[in-house]
């Protein structure tokens, strides 16, 4: 996959019109959502970082020339000031909630599925109904055991919900992801 930098949007810009749908990329901070934007683009465009919770804007890239990858900025970081949590919730509701994005994909921790912010987020998408998947990430972090127990949890509590297990380290799950955002980007 090749990808190119559109752009990093804070909320009193304007999104770009253009045809390719948009996939919005959407995780808690640290979660590994730039590598898993990393892997699937078969790039280094996101920046992999150990200090949570710092890039405050949308960064638009076009990949393939087939469909937009959002990333949008860390949620759930405690470390943030009321200003910057502000400016995030106003990214996500300018943004996700402004019928730009046609899919978006939640990059959660296999070894804690369940959170807070991530229901939350969720129960947004579903308000909203923007279909998503969910992207269960750091899986080689999980031994034989604990991986089957979270497959069970998971699938009791994502029923109706597209589910992928990710690593980024293994690289498990990647063509699969590929493949299912190639799809919405071919079905617009
Ligand atoms: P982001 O804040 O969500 O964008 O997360 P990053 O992509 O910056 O990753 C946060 C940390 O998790 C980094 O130290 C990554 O090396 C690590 N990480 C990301 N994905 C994986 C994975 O699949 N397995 C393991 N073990 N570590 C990962």
């Known amino acids: 996959m090749a990808a190119v930098f559109l752009g990093s949007y804070f909320p009193n810009r304007r999104l770009p019109e253009r045809k390719e749908p948009g996939i919005a990329f959407l995780g808690r901070s640290n979660v590994g959502k730039s590598s898993v934007i990393n ?19 949308l960064n638009l890239y076009l990949v393939d020339d087939n469909w937009v990858l959002g990333d949008f900025p860390g949620y759930g970081y405690a470390k943030v000031s009321k200003k910057q949590r502000r400016l995030l919730e106003t990214i996500l509701e300018k943004f996700l909630l402004a019928q730009y994005f046609r899919f978006a994909v939640q990059v959660i921790d296999a070894r804690h599925p369940g959170l807070e912010s991530d229901i939350q987020v969720q ?3 579903k308000a909203e109904r923007l279909p998503f998947l969910i992207v269960m990430n750091k899986v080689d972090k999980l031994n ?11 699938k009791k509590m994502f029923v109706h919900q597209p589910l992928l297990f990710v690593s980024t380290k293994t690289k498990e799950g990647k063509k699969e992801l590929q493949g299912m ?3 919405v980007g071919a079905s617009a």
Not at 39 to 57: E, F, H, W, Y
Request: glycine share 2%; with cysteine; aromatic share 2%.
């Open 123 to 125: 129960d947004w998408l």
């Open 144 to 154: 034989r055991k604990e991986r089957a127990e979270v497959e069970r949890q998971a």
């Open 39 to 57: 892997l699937v683009t078969d790039s280094a465009i996101a920046r992999v970082s150990k200090t949570p919770g710092r890039t405050q804007c």
């Open 181 to 183: 955002l190639h799809r």
